[in-house]
């Protein structure tokens, strides 16, 4: 049997330190992209202290600086061949509006235009891999109503409103990647981990803040959160259920609007012209 080589983003702390401890015990060689290095270079020792496994490796990548999401990608193709599993896990919310160092809407930035940077980047080692690309999406993508024409929502701004824009982003990411990259043997997934009690939400401010504190008590743990993550990554013989949505292990059904085949593909063009990808 093959060592499983896997990337993933946001792996310090909630559900992605949980997936990655998870898939370190099944023996992947586990890549954590990670912003804060030092943070990155502790969940390694923990994770090889814990699991026996050595094949832990950090790697610097701040999603929210393409120049940086560039550097990762550089980076591990120069040291390896192939990659299996890619989990684009990481994912904020911003209470106010923020830009990133290139000048783009932050949740927009970390949520989905870093992660499609990433994956298009590392899309030979993927194709070599025959890999499954994991994003993490939510059913908060169900009351998303995106507008193409304020991408960068200068014109109407809320936190909860620009996260739900995003997760239905990660869904149309999913189908476009499943679509486009079926003929190469790379299958795409995206799911909704639960409502997890994480740090998400951290900064929340006001009545979204108090909404938040009465939601903790029903909230699951990162480890039941990676829950889903860790069964589509692992899980055989997924292969026909490419470009859907998982929630709790499952299948399940995604809000209409994430079918909007002309939507999905306005997004693709504006991402590759955004992140510089040479189409």
């Not at 990659?83 to 684009?88: E, S, V, W």
């Not at 970390?110 to 080692?125: A, D, I, V, Y």
């Not at 701004?157 to 999913?174: H, P, V």
Request: with cysteine; charged share 25%.
């Amino acid at each position: 049997m093959s060592i499983k080589t896997t990337v993933i983003t946001g792996a310090t702390s909630g559900i992605g330190k949980e997936t990655a401890l998870a898939l370190a015990k099944q023996d992947h060689a586990v890549y954590m992209l990670v912003r804060n290095t030092e943070k990155g270079e502790q969940l390694k020792r923990e994770l090889i202290s814990e699991t026996g496994n050595q094949a832990i490796f950090v790697v610097r990548c701040d999603l929210t600086d393409l120049q940086s999401v560039r550097d990762a990608a550089d980076e591990l193709k120069a040291k390896l061949f192939n990659i299996n599993i890619l989990i684009n896990n990481a994912g904020g919310a911003f209470p106010e509006r923020q830009l990133s160092k290139d000048g783009f809407e932050m949740t927009f930035a970390l949520n989905h235009l870093g992660h499609f940077l990433l994956t298009e980047s590392l899309m030979p080692l993927l194709q070599k891999g025959h890999a499954r690309i994991i994003n993490i999406s939510s059913e908060g993508h169900k009351s998303a109503k995106p507008d193409f024409d304020d991408l960068q929502m200068e014109k109407s701004y809320t936190g909860l409103k620009a996260y739900g824009i995003t997760k239905l982003y990660n869904i149309y990411f999913t189908k476009s990647l499943a679509e486009k990259y079926r003929q190469t043997g790379i299958t795409a997934y995206a799911l909704h981990p639960g409502v997890v009690n994480t740090n998400i939400w951290k900064e929340a401010k006001g009545f979204l803040r108090t909404i938040i504190w009465l939601l903790k008590p029903f909230m699951i743990s990162p480890q039941q959160g990676a829950e889903t993550t860790i069964y589509v990554a692992t899980q055989p013989k997924l292969e026909q259920k490419s470009g859907l949505y998982f929630k709790k292990c499952k299948v399940a059904k995604t809000a209409p609007n994430a079918d909007n085949a002309a939507a999905r593909n306005r997004l693709w063009e504006l991402s590759v012209k955004l992140s510089g990808i040479k189409a």
